[in-house]
């Protein structure tokens, strides 16, 4: 039939971006180890251990490509997981602790990640302190996390999918930055940084001294030092843990005060030395000319020398210096600051950049010391393609009134649902019980976010809830109460209940006519989604006139690349598809993923359905290859956002299935 448009707690033993693993069977059963297992988290706080080759080689492999991991590993057990795990980013180094050198000292000089073997704990203890005091806690050598914004490119190339995050990711900065920190969110925070480090005195300490001593002023020698501040918070905003991100957001908001106080008042070059996998490295390659947003905050340094120092050799990782011009004046820039009289550690030369902070790729080059030089300029919020866009969907949010409504609409449109309930329920949960109004605005939220989920019936009581406070508090005739007509509508036609369905709709689309006029988005919002109806109803003529008069209004009102567009697009391609226009329905389709892609992150559902309709008209062309190509990415997709029960993806599995048998 085609997908037609209408329209969380953190792993607390997990919070910090370097660990240890160590595979032993006999790790957790003798004295020795387990003594050796405290030394060792006074050196690295997270760890591991293991009895099991193939727990620990599922455990690897299931982390985040962010994660860096020393495996400890026994002889027998090292030689047959090392071969399999050697090659995954993950792992940054290996130590092989065992009975005897000879039966292992022949193998290992297979596998350059191993850096020492050791035949006494105490041996292995003082290698792996050796190698942390030669390369003591750098953020260097921490992932280099960043979103491209690409519009050249098309759906074939490396970075497509990141434009939509690129987007994101500064709503989402800018969503978070509004809301004010609580007393209960800071407890939460603390009791989160307690239970990560349960076994680490020096840690625990110094989370009671940030409990009982942070200022404001002094957010930057926290973030500066090497403490759980730092390691926490970057790992968080690399891996986007939304939630420990929003109980952090006092501290963001202070380095964000800091930074435009101090900011820098002249031109300056800054540099940043850095180890990159091939996979991120090769995006931005292809990404020369075009605006990149990095994802964390920046440090960087005055120092050209000090910077390229960094570059250690790697046989798996290229070895990168940035070097960015700045120029203090450009208007609308994230801020930055040289931050050495306000760091934990003054005597270093480093220039702190504002997480979200947006830079150009200017071009690169390569020495003959097989260093790559990547030039960037920071560039101005206010110039880039998507400003429009950005600005755009700033003011739909900000048309909530509760702040963690807010977040959970920015969430809900990110495709993250799970997340986006959590904070409509902490909403909820929050509010005095005669706020009638805000509790109804939960109600309709949480609405929404089942429908998204496919839990008709729960999203059919969240949205009466919600009618009968408002049919109560408001006019009869308040837009509302005709967004919420507007809701209940969708719900019975998912239902396959037209005729309801139809009724609220027309409910609805009086109202909002009455209210707005006959060219406002809520009038296209009900005739796009009548428009679903009628296609339903298979009267694709009528289908057409009201998602064509849908468009019209939505073309007259919003940005070029707003996704709401995008579902205008994509529900004109269903209805040519059925009327065998197969060559239109795919052009219409096609505009729906350029607008996607740009306004979008990768993995959300809209996208899937767009690639699942594309699947669908190359299944009826017969071409099977790329039907199941297309329903493969969508699968993808829907695998990541749904339960394995969601209608859409139970559809998806049994496309795949029919394709693939064709092609046997």
């Known amino acids: 039939m085609g997908a037609t448009f209408r329209r969380f707690t953190p792993r607390t033993s997990d919070l910090e971006i370097s660990s240890l693993v160590w595979l032993d069977d006999s790790v957790n059963t003798l004295q020795e180890s387990i003594d050796a297992q405290q030394r060792l988290r006074l050196l690295i706080n997270q760890l591991k251990t293991f009895e099991s080759k193939d727990l620990c080689e599922e455990y690897i492999k299931s982390l985040s490509e962010l994660d860096r991991i020393i495996l400890i590993v026994s002889g027998r057990l090292g030689q047959k997981i090392v071969p399999s795990i050697h090659q995954q980013q993950q792992i940054v180094a290996i130590y092989v602790y065992c009975g005897t050198r000879e039966k292992n000292e022949l193998w290992i000089k297979q596998f350059p990640k191993v850096r020492g073997l050791a035949v006494q704990l105490n041996e292995l203890i003082s290698l792996i302190r050796s190698d942390q005091a030669k390369q003591p806690y750098n953020k260097n050598d921490e992932p280099f996390t960043f979103t491209s914004f690409n519009p050249k490119l098309d759906k074939e190339k490396l970075t497509v999918g990141l434009n939509g995050q690129f987007l994101h990711s500064q709503l989402l900065i800018d969503c978070l930055l509004q809301i004010k920190s609580t007393t209960s969110d800071i407890d939460e925070l603390i009791s989160i940084c307690k239970q990560a480090y349960e076994k680490d005195k020096e840690q625990l300490a110094l989370i009671l001294k940030f409990k009982n001593e942070y200022l404001s002023d002094q957010a930057l020698q926290w973030y500066t030092r090497d403490s759980f501040v730092y390691r926490m918070l970057n790992k968080a905003l690399r891996e986007q843990d939304i939630h420990l991100i929003f109980l952090f957001r006092f501290l963001i908001s202070d380095l964000q005060k800091l930074l435009k106080k101090n900011q820098c008042s002249s031109r300056l070059t800054v540099y940043r030395g850095q180890l990159m996998w091939s996979e991120e490295f090769n995006i931005l390659k292809h990404s020369i000319g075009e605006l990149i947003s990095i994802n964390s905050f920046l440090s960087t340094s005055l120092d050209r020398q000090l910077a390229y120092s960094f570059l250690r050799e790697s046989k798996d990782l290229e070895r990168v210096l940035f070097e960015i011009e700045v120029d203090s004046q450009l208007p609308d820039i994230k801020p930055f600051a040289e931050i050495s009289s306000l760091s934990f550690y003054p005597k270093e030369k480093e220039v702190l950049f504002m997480l979200g902070s947006i830079f150009r790729l200017v071009n690169m080059s390569h020495d003959r010391n097989g260093v790559w030089t990547i030039k960037l300029t920071l560039f101005s919020d206010h110039d880039h393609h998507l400003k429009s866009t950005l600005n755009y969907m700033k003011s739909e949010d900000k048309q909530s009134e509760l702040d963690l409504v807010m977040l959970g609409n920015v969430l809900q449109r990110m495709g993250r649902y799970n997340e986006a309930e959590i904070y409509y329920r902490r909403c909820l949960n929050e509010l005095p019980s005669n706020d009638y109004q805000n509790i109804s605005a939960c109600y309709y939220a949480l609405g929404r976010v089942a429908d998204s989920k496919a839990n008709y019936e729960s999203s059919l009581e969240w949205f009466n809830k919600s009618l009968n406070i408002d049919m109560q508090i408001l006019k009869q005739n308040d837009p509302c109460i005709a967004k919420t007509h507007n809701s209940i509508a969708n719900i019975y036609q998912t239902k396959g209940n037209y005729e309801q369905a139809l009724e609220s709709y027309s409910k609805a689309l009086t109202i909002f006519q009455h209210s707005f006029g006959e060219n406002d988005l809520n009038v296209a919002l009900c005739l ?113 956002a749904f339960s394995s029960t969601h209608p859409n993806v139970v559809q998806i599995k049994q496309s795949i299935q029919h394709v693939s048998s064709k092609l046997k």
């Open 528 to 640: 796009n989604n009548i428009g679903v109806v009628y296609q339903q109803q298979k009267q694709y003529s009528k289908a057409l006139n009201h998602y064509q008069s849908a468009l019209t209004i939505r073309k007259k009102r919003l940005p070029n690349n707003h996704p709401d567009l995008g579902a205008s697009y994509n529900n004109i391609g269903i209805v040519y598809r059925h009327l065998g226009n197969s060559d239109e329905a795919l052009k219409q389709y096609n505009l729906a993923l350029k607008i996607y892609e740009v306004s979008l992150p990768s993995n959300h559902t809209d996208v899937g359905m767009t690639l699942e309709n594309i699947g669908i008209v190359y299944e009826e062309k017969g071409d099977w290859k790329k039907a199941l190509s297309y329903y493969e990415e969508a699968g993808t997709i829907y695998g990541e």
